[in-house]
Each structure stands twice: as C-alpha cells, then as structure tokens.
C-alpha cells in the first residue's frame, strides 16, 4: 500500500496530534462519521471498551493509516476547517463523573486495567498488515502445538530444522494446552517462565491470547502488565519501575504505590520478543535495586525483576526466539515452555480458515503433505501463510505439478503474487495483471535489490530490526516495495513527546529470501554483493568490479562468488545462513528463474545450474564441515534440483531394505537428510551396513530422535562409540534401545559410551554383545549404574569379563536398585565368580542375572 504525504504527515504529527485532540475525541469520531470518513464499526473500534481518551486518539490514527492515503487527507482537512470548533469543544473544562472519586477505588481501576488490556490484545493483524478491528482473536485463531521442557539449549542449526525436529521428539508427557500454561502463570506465585519459539511461530499471538484469557477470569487476582522489547529499546535515560508503569498505564498511577506495596506476587510482568532487546543483560555485574522509586538503565530493570531484587515475589513471562534463550542463566527459569508450531491436523485447520473455499483448502493440503520440504516448514504458521499466498493465486512455472519442487519455488511465486496482485496494479482482471507481470517485474527490479541489500546486510550483521536511517541508506525511506514486506512499528515516548519507527521484514524467512536474491542479481551482473557492508561504495571498487568482469567474465566471477557464499555460510556453525545458502542455490536454476522472468533475464549461455551442482557434490564429500552443514548441502542439492538426487534416495531406500552395505561417506549424508525429512521416526536399522565412525558422524542430526537405534556388525570402534556419547548427551535424545552388538568398541570404546550414559536418561535397554570389553570396560558400566536409575537391561555376552568384572557390578548393583536384567552369558567368569552372581541375584528379587562358565 503506497504512503502519501498525508499518511506520512500523520505519523510524523502523531506525539503532537494525541496530545491536542485527545480532549475532543468525541467531536473528531463524529465530525469524521459524519462525513462518512470512518464507519460505524472504526467508531467502536477506537472507541473499545472503557479505553481512556488518548488511547481513543492513538487508536483512530491507527485506523486512518489502515484506510489509506485518501482517509488521511480527509481527516487533515477536517480539522483544518473546523479548528475553531474543535478547539472551543477541547478547551471547555471537563465535567466531573457524578460518582466522584469512587470510581478511582482500587478494585475499580484494576477493573478497569483488565478491560482495557483486554481490548487491546482481542483483535488480530494478519502478516501483511492490515488490521481487521474488531475481529476476535478466536475467530482466526488456529491452535498451536505447545510443550513444556525440563531445559534449554541452543544448537548449531537452522530454525527450521529445529521446528521438523521438535516434532520428531515430542512425546505426549511434554505436550501441554495453552489453557494449562495460562492456570500455571495465573495461579503460581514468584514463577519465572519463558516461552520460546522460531520467528512466525506465534509466540505474540500466544501472549495476546493469554492476556484475553486473563482478563476474563473474574476469580484470578493477578494484575499483568504487558511490555515489548522493542518498546523498551526506545527508553535510553535512566527511569524507575515506578515512572515506567505509570507512563504506559496511566490509569493505574493512584495505585501503584499500594500494589507494589500490599501483595508483589499478585504481579506478572509479560515481556515480548527478548531476541530484539538491544541492551546487554549483565546478571553478575549489574547493580542490586530493590527501589520501585529508584532510577536505573532500562536493562539493569530487566535483570533486578529476573533476579528477585525487584518487587521481590512477581512472576514473569519472557518471549524469545531460541538463539535469544542463552541470554538468560537458566537457575532463574522454573519453567520453560516451547512452540513447536502446527501439527499436521492444524496445518490443515489453519489452510481451512485462510483460504476462500474447502476446495481450495484440501488442495493446498494434498499439494504440502506430498512434498516433504515444504511440509516440514509448514510447521511454523508463517510459512503456512507464505504458501496459500503463493499458491491460491495459481502462478506457476508450468503446469505447477512438479513432485520435486522446492522451497525457493515457493518463495518465488509468493513474491509474483504479492507484486503482481496485492501491489500498484489496481486495475485489470487476474490474466491482464499476469500478462503484464513480466514488465512489472523488470520495472521493480532497482528497488528489490535495493531492499535485497538490506535484508543481506542485516543478515550478515545477525540484525533483523532496522532503523529509518538504514531504509534512507538503501532510498528505501520513500520506496513503496518496503511498504509490502517491511512491518512498521511505530512507538511514541509519551514523556517527551518523540515519535520513532523501526521496521522488521515481515517473517525472517523472507529476509533470507531477498538477501538470497540480492545476492545472486548482484553476483550474475559481476558486481561484489559485499560491498553494501561498505560505508561508501568508491568510484575505485566500481572499477574494480569492471575490470574483473572484462578480465574474467560474468560466467566465472558468478562462480567466484557462489563459492564465496557457501564458504562464509560453512565459517559460521550457528546454522543462521542455512536457508540463504538454499535460497541461492534455488535462485540459479533455470525453471526457478522463470517464475521471476523480468527480474532475471532469459536464460542465456551460462549454466550456473551446473557449476553449483559440481561444487555442493565436491562439498557432500568432503568430511571438513560439520554434520549440520553437510545435511545442509542436501538441502542445497535438493533446491538445485539435482537430477540424479531423487534416484539416489530411492537406491538408499532400496539398499535398506535388502540389506545391502553402503561405503560411500556421502551415501550417510543424504540418509541423515531423508530422514530430516521423515514424519515419525521410531526405529532406525543399520545393522551389518558398512556403517563406521564417520558416516555414524554425518548421522548426528538425526540419531537423537529415534526411539531405537540398532547398529551392531558395523565397524564403529572407540571413535563411533564418541559418537553415541555425543548422541546420548544431546538434550533431544529420546532413544530408548542403543543395540550396538559386534561393533569393535573395546574397552576404550565403552570407557566414552559410558561418559554419555552418565548424563543421559532415556536409554532403558543397553546391548554390547560381542564387544571386548574385558573388565575394564566393565568397571566403566559398573561407574554407570552408581549414578544411571533409567537403565533396566544391559546384555553384554562374549565380552572377555572375568570375575573382577562381575565383582565390580555386584558392587554397583548394592546401590543401584532399578535394574532389572544383566546378562553375562560366555563371557571368562569362574564357576565360583557364576555361583556368586547368582547368589547375589537371589538378594534382589526384582533382578535376573544370567552368567555362565
């Protein structure tokens, strides 16, 4: 939606116009329905529900900016020609409620507080941005899959595999209802809680829900006070608690001083979006304040409440994305929950509530459900919009039936389809709007690249919030295209009458996408895309660019700098740069171009396609990059469309089945990413594969979330047993059996096996069979069982365990008391050493030893 110099006027006035008309806002709402600028239903919008005067104002400029350019110019008109009446209406004295100061009583006000947070979090704002007033939260709403976790740790992947792998380790113990986690906060006192999920998972919408769901509850005594980490960047002077809630909820200010005073736990402060706090959170350093009345710097307010020192007994919600968690020591969080996203059943919910038919719905479901890359990002509800956009107004490369396509496909025709339908063509029906498609993209070319330079620079800086001075920087300040796919977030500061903005794109996802698209324009015309990180382009590193282009040639610094990409993504492990890697890789193949034709240009001589696939297969090889990345590299592949990808999964399938060993290192890789794509994983069988310790390794992302694991007759040794230690220390390890017999560990082997098995408490049932452990190795399963109470079996037949070994067992099993079964058969054990075993079996009932000579 294009912002004329109305629109824009009013959000620059916005501090001033509040403060003037807010007495008279009644007059305004009239005079603007009278003139039939506003409907009935913005009216009670603004109106809300025992909303105070101000919030009144500030509501109606939200209202005006949503109907457009033409909205505003009437309103600005209008009080340009009755000022006079307006400003004898504002400075007439206002009346006194004939209830007096009774109204100003305790319970009254906090009355009052529920309600006017209640109307503000009851209505909902779609990913495009326009609000829909007085629509209720129910209406849209679509469940999420929530969970509560006993810990949290940050790990080296993409959100997006972290989303599918949730999933995958979600037992029904750790499921929780969104109606459990709101009883816990209401009826728990002095409860830190944080609840984590990916950017689009509904972390906001699960906190407005919560304050609707609280401000109903007539019994809860609770009083919630709501708080975004982007608004309090904004506060850069030092201010109290105190000052802080009477500013944001002026209504509560007569009794701020008894609610800190009576009853603190009765508080829960509900803090948004820690992942864009801009201040560090020092908990050793910071200075105790225990003061409500007392100023300190935004942050150390933060960490003071976290730590108790403030208003000793309130409760806290902290919203965050995952790679924000670690910010946060966890001795201070009692309970953490996490969003998964949709399940499958509220995917299909949720294309039934967007889309304008059933038909339409069941379509976009069957279209999802049967390619697993896009299903597993539609777990996360943001993605899930991103594919109806993109799919319910039919833009296809051909027929659009392709079984293989990919993600970046998505992302293409998502952009067509806001571009072409949703942007400045208002006129001509669907088919003249995609017959002009193509000169429209060409003429909107500058100007995504321009935003494409921005996402990038964000992404390379790990920034996903930007100022107006980095839209002037990139003459995207006046640019229309920011309008469709940057959020606005305008704050005032209500104190000094300062009006800021800040801007984020509207799912982090994209971000990747035009960073991605940027990227690959800026690397096929020869040009350096690292140079928007430069302060200043020189006239010097535009002719260095030219001169490069002459000497080498478009087709091979394309190459260069692909390379250069996918270099600088595998240098940092954090995974942040997985899906951009995809995206570009998706962005040069051909059919994937086609979407967009217009802003690329026809296919030409040059075959990036090729290039690419020759340097990711170069990568799959490789054993440099760690497991994440490599399984990483098969996304890539798959985005690339790699020909032969699809035959090899299937030969890998095949192979499986018919027992068939694989030695290839590469052959690991793609299972690992076959399986990243699988629904429910319960048992994976590798037994007698050829499998050793490094295509064990290339497994890693995925052998936490089987419930067995069998690899016995495989060659693994001391270095595969360091593996499963990996594998049994993760937090997401669900496995239950670890069957890992004839596999060559030793006693070396078990001695690392059992440093993970101290920490892990899942496994129930351990078979070594038939690996030479001698009593070593038994010393190591006898320390284990002093510390594990999950283990209930270990069979460890024909592994060189003589009498000392059983010695060291019996001694272990006097404190250990929940195992059940140990088997000793064929192992170097004495008549006697059998003869004590079995003794000792006979004191513990519940115990089956089996031995023999």
Same mark, same amino acid.
């Given at each position: ?90 400075? &007439? ?73 949730? +999933? ?60 975004? +980490? ?23 200010? !007569? ?32 200075? /105790? ?68 038919? !059933? ?12 390619? !697993?890359?896009? +299903? ?48 400045? &063509? ?32 964000? #992404? ?56 991605? #698209?940027?990227?690959? *324009? ?60 995809? +995206? ?18 026809? !296919? ?69 990413? *076959? ?81 993970? #098995? ?54 272990? #099993? ?13 192992? /170097? ?25």
């Amino acid at each position: 939606m294009a912002v004329g110099p109305c629109s824009l006027q009013l959000q620059e006035r916005r501090p001033e116009l509040v403060e003037m008309w807010s007495r008279c806002i009644s007059e305004v709402l009239d005079l603007l329905h009278e003139e039939q600028v506003i409907t009935t239903e913005d009216v009670s919008f603004v109106r809300g529900d025992h909303l105070g005067k101000t919030d009144q104002m500030r509501n109606l400029l939200d209202v005006l900016h949503g109907r457009g350019e033409e909205s505003c110019r009437a309103f600005v008109d209008m009080l340009e020609r009755k000022r006079h009446l307006l400003l004898q209406a504002r400075s &007439q004295p206002q009346q006194q409620h004939s209830q007096g100061s009774s109204l100003e009583t305790p319970q009254n006000l906090l009355e009052v507080h529920k309600k006017i947070l209640g109307s503000q979090h009851g209505t909902v704002v779609d990913y495009i941005g326009k609000s829909r007033p007085g629509q209720p939260l129910e209406e849209s709403y679509t469940e999420i899959t929530l969970s509560l976790n006993e810990t949290f740790t940050v790990r080296g992947q993409h959100e997006v595999t972290e989303v599918g792998n949730a +999933f995958k380790k979600l037992d029904s113990e750790r499921r929780c209802e969104f109606e459990t986690i709101s009883k816990n906060l209401l009826q728990q006192d002095m409860v830190t809680a944080v609840l984590c999920g990916v950017a689009g998972s509904g972390k906001t919408t699960v906190t407005k829900r919560f304050v609707q769901y609280w401000s109903k509850d007539s019994l809860t005594s609770k009083i919630v006070f709501i708080f975004t +980490f982007r608004e309090l960047n904004l506060i850069t002077e030092c201010r109290s608690l105190q000052e802080l809630l009477s500013t944001h909820y002026s209504h509560l200010k !007569p009794i701020l001083n008894q609610v800190f005073s009576k009853d603190p736990s009765r508080i829960l402060f509900i803090f948004d979006g820690l992942d864009e706090f801009q201040f560090p959170l020092d908990f050793d350093k910071t200075p /105790k304040c225990t003061d409500p009345e007392m100023p300190q710097r935004i942050n150390h307010m933060v960490v003071n409440l976290l730590k108790g020192n403030l208003l000793h007994g309130c409760s806290m919600l902290i919203t965050s994305r995952p790679h924000a968690v670690s910010k946060l020591p966890q001795a201070l969080i009692q309970n953490f929950y996490k969003i998964l996203g949709f399940s499958a059943l509220q995917q299909k919910e949720y294309f039934r509530k967007s889309c304008g038919t !059933p038909e339409a719905a069941d379509e976009i479901w069957q279209y999802v459900s049967a390619r !697993p890359p896009l +299903f597993l990002m539609c777990h996360i509800p943001a993605f899930c919009w991103i594919i109806v956009t993109a799919l319910q107004e039919k833009i296809s490369v051909t027929a659009g039936t392709e079984n293989t396509i990919t993600v970046t496909e998505i992302y293409c025709r998502f952009l067509k389809a806001i571009l072409v339908f949703h942007g400045e &063509q208002k006129d001509g029906s669907q088919i003249q709007k995609l017959l002009k498609a193509q000169q429209l993209l060409r003429t909107m070319r500058p100007r995504l690249k321009d935003l494409g330079a921005l996402a990038f620079k964000g #992404l390379v800086e790990r920034r996903f919030i930007f100022g107006p001075g980095d839209l002037t920087w990139f003459a995207l300040d006046q640019n229309d295209l920011s309008k469709m796919f940057l959020v606005e977030i305008l704050k005032e500061d209500r104190d000094f009458l300062a009006y800021e903005k800040s801007y984020h794109f509207v799912h982090t996802s994209l971000q990747e996408f035009f960073a991605a #698209l940027y990227y690959v *324009l800026e690397s096929q015309t020869g040009m350096d895309p690292f140079s928007c990180l430069k302060s200043a382009l020189l006239p010097v590193h535009r002719r260095l660019a030219a001169g490069m282009r002459k000497l080498f040639g478009p087709e091979r610094v394309l190459r260069k700098r692909v390379k250069e990409a996918f270099n600088w993504s595998h240098r940092h492990q954090s995974g942040h740069m997985d899906l951009f890697c995809r +995206f570009v890789s998706g962005l040069l193949v051909p059919r994937t171009r086609q979407i967009l034709e217009g802003i690329f240009a026809p !296919p030409g001589g040059a075959h990036p396609q090729l290039f690419l696939l020759r340097l990711l297969h170069k990568q799959l090889d490789s054993s440099s990059l760690v497991p994440e990345r490599q399984v990483n590299v098969c996304h890539c592949l798959y985005e690339a469309q790699d020909p032969g990808m699809m035959d090899r999964l299937k030969s890998w399938l095949a192979h499986v089945s018919q027992g068939q060993a694989q030695n290839s290192p590469r052959d690991w890789t793609e299972l690992a990413f *076959l399986l990243q794509l699988a629904n429910n994983l319960d048992e994976l069988n590798l037994e007698n594969r050829g499998l050793g310790a490094d295509g064990l390794r290339r497994l890693l992302p995925v052998l936490p979330f089987f419930s067995t694991l069998r690899l016995g007759q495989n060659p693994l040794g001391s270095e595969g047993a360091a593996v499963l230690a990996t594998v049994l220390k993760s937090p997401d390890c669900r496995i239950e059996r670890l069957w890992v017999v004839g596999a060559g560990l030793g006693s070396e082997g078990v001695k690392m096996l059992s440093e993970g #098995l101290k920490e892990n408490s899942t496994v129930v049932d351990l078979r070594l069979a038939i690996n030479n452990i001698g009593d070593d190795g038994a010393g190591c399963l006898a320390d284990v069982l002093m510390r594990n109470r999950t283990l209930k079996d270990i069979r460890l037949r024909d592994n060189l365990i003589t009498d000392k070994g059983a010695e060291l067992f019996m001694a272990a #099993l006097r404190e250990n008391t929940t195992l059940e079964y140990l088997w000793l058969f064929d192992n /170097k054990i004495s008549k006697a050493g059998v003869r004590r075993l079995k003794d000792f079996a006979k004191t513990r009932e519940s115990l089956d030893i089996k031995s023999c000579t």
